[in-house]
């Protein structure tokens, strides 16, 4: 039998799956604090099937549909029928893995789905250039039509619930917007997840809705971190603090101090600033959002 290109590039993929390291088929990874999670590509894992587990079950386990499992496992494509031990590669969410054609970037692939690029980006670890990416919510098909994945991966609009308020006593200036930017000292284009709300250190940060303490120690690039999970399955995040005055698991209320401004992490600029996300929840995980809707004085 004779292997399409789709094929090869499948079996392909399984391979180099097979030497990566599999983590737990679980949002946690991506719900992590860290803005850039591992790689979904990262975080497929093997699935050996065992006797009467159907393809239909199986999918079922992992909240995925059935035919992304058949996406990702070319042997499965002919009829769709599953051997007992064989074993299948599960992805971490529903969605396809496309090769970057050459001359493209991966912000025309996300254009070509039809997927925000953000969410794009973050799912494939924040890597400048990739040459293989996973599109999170669409669907795979023989007859290589794509369609967009009953999972709610389309996040953003509309909004879920009322959230509003200001991190700071006083309103600031925006020293670095929400979106694409431009890396003054190297030309390369990358994503800001948040708005830097400029302010000296020791400025004291505040909820700015009330809710639940999720995180509230040192973070990677983000420093000293504060997370606060919020009814309605949204996240506001204060990051690059110079203290912490809350713990895991406190109720706060809005106005309550959280920490001050800082300069821990890897702050974008050298200007001391707050660093202020709002993210909400999706099978992808926490993802992005514009927080200048929310901010509110």
């Not at 850039?36 to 099937?49: G, I, Y």
């Not at 795979?140 to 619930?161: E, F, H, Q």
Request: aromatic fraction near 8%.
């Amino acid at each position: 039998m004779t292997l399409s290109y789709c094929q090869l590039f499948l079996c392909s993929l399984v391979s180099v799956l097979g030497l990566v390291s599999i983590l737990p088929n679980s949002n946690s990874a991506n719900a992590a604090v860290g803005g850039c999670p591992t790689p979904a590509l990262s975080r497929f894992q093997r699935h050996k099937v065992v006797r009467g587990e159907t393809l239909e079950s199986i999918a079922q386990r992992y909240n995925l549909i059935p035919t992304t499992i058949i996406g990702m496992n070319p042997g499965l494509q002919n009829n769709g029928a599953i051997a007992v031990g064989s074993v299948l590669q599960i992805p971490p969410y529903n969605g396809i893995v496309v090769e970057v054609p050459s001359g493209q970037t991966w912000r025309q692939v996300a254009a070509k789905y039809k997927v925000r690029a953000d969410s794009l980006f973050e799912v494939n670890g924040c890597q400048q250039d990739p040459r293989i990416v996973f599109v999170p919510g669409v669907n795979w098909s023989p007859n290589g039509v794509i369609t967009k994945s009953p999972s709610p991966t389309d996040v953003g609009t509309p909004k879920r619930a009322s959230l509003s308020g200001y991190p700071l006593a006083e309103v600031v200036t925006v020293g670095l917007a929400y979106g694409w930017q431009i890396n003054p000292a190297t030309g390369q284009v990358f994503f800001h997840s948040g708005v830097d709300l400029l302010a000296p250190v020791g400025t004291d940060v505040l909820a700015i809705a009330p809710g639940t303490v999720a995180f509230a120690n040192n973070q990677g690039s983000y420093g000293k971190l504060v997370i606060i999970n919020h009814n309605g399955g949204l996240q506001s995040r204060y990051a690059q603090l110079d203290t912490i005055k809350v713990t895991v698991g406190q109720q706060v209320k809005k106005g309550d101090l959280l920490g001050t401004v800082g300069t821990s992490g890897q702050p974008s600029s050298n200007q001391p600033h707050l660093h202020f996300e709002v993210r909400s929840s999706s099978s992808l995980g926490w993802v992005a959002e514009d927080p200048k809707s929310y901010l509110k004085k």
